[in-house]
Each structure stands twice: as structure tokens, then as C-alpha cells.
Nanobody, 116 residues
């Protein structure tokens, strides 16, 4: 079964940057949107950023101006550039792919820790 594979997580200092990448482990068809979600300990998973049709983006209010989502549609890959990181950005970050009539595919997640 094809899934998504995230990479680029790790430890960053407050004010630092990380770039997350997410790509499918095999062929995925019908993708019209991809997104990044995060889940901190004891909290629900929340949407961080989403890009649809390679163009339309939306962001969680608290990351606007700091995070940028982009995609490579030919590779079905999505990126999340995270700048000016804050300790409250610490969470497991998951990517997903929404497919027309085929449901949603998720990755396994990558840990992002922001700490001095």
C-alpha cells in the first residue's frame, strides 16, 4: 500500500528554520491537494498549511508569515519551509494527500522540536 514519507524534521533553536519534505512511497493518482498537519502531546491534530491544485494555499493563523507550503506536482511532493520557529511549534508533523474519489493518504509523521 502506498503511503507518504516525511523527512526534514529534527531539533531547531527558537528563531531557527527547518524544511520538511513529503513524497509518496510509490505511485499515487488523483491528488488535488496536499497538506501539513501537526499534533503536540495531549492535543488534537491540527491543520498547519494546505495547498490545492498547486496554487491555492491556506495556513493556520499562528504560522502565517513564518511558514510557507509549496509543491512539485510532477513528483507529488509537498514542502513546508518553517522560519522563525517557536517552542510552541514543537509537534509531530504529518503530511497528507487528498485524492479525488480515492480518499486521503497520510504519512507516518516527523518530529519537530524547537528548544534552546
Amino acid at each position: 500500500q502506498v503511503s507518504l514519507v516525511e523527512s526534514g524534521g529534527g531539533l531547531a533553536q527558537p528563531g531557527g528554520s527547518l524544511r520538511l519534505s513529503c513524497a509518496p512511497s510509490g505511485s499515487l493518482f488523483g491528488i488535488y491537494a496536499m497538506g501539513w498537519y501537526r499534533q503536540a502531546p495531549g492535543k488534537q491534530r491540527e491543520l498547519v498549511a494546505r495547498i490545492s491544485h498547486g496554487t491555492y494555499t491556506n495556513y493556520k493563523e499562528s504560522v502565517k508569515g513564518r511558514f510557507t507550503i509549496s509543491s512539485d506536482n510532477a513528483k507529488n511532493t509537498v514542502y513546508l519551509q518553517m522560519n522563525s520557529l517557536k517552542p510552541e511549534d514543537t509537534a509531530v508533523y504529518y503530511c497528507n494527500a487528498e485524492r479525488a474519489g480515492l480518499g486521503v493518504v497520510w504519512g507516518q509523521g516527523t518530529q519537530v522540536t524547537v528548544s534552546s
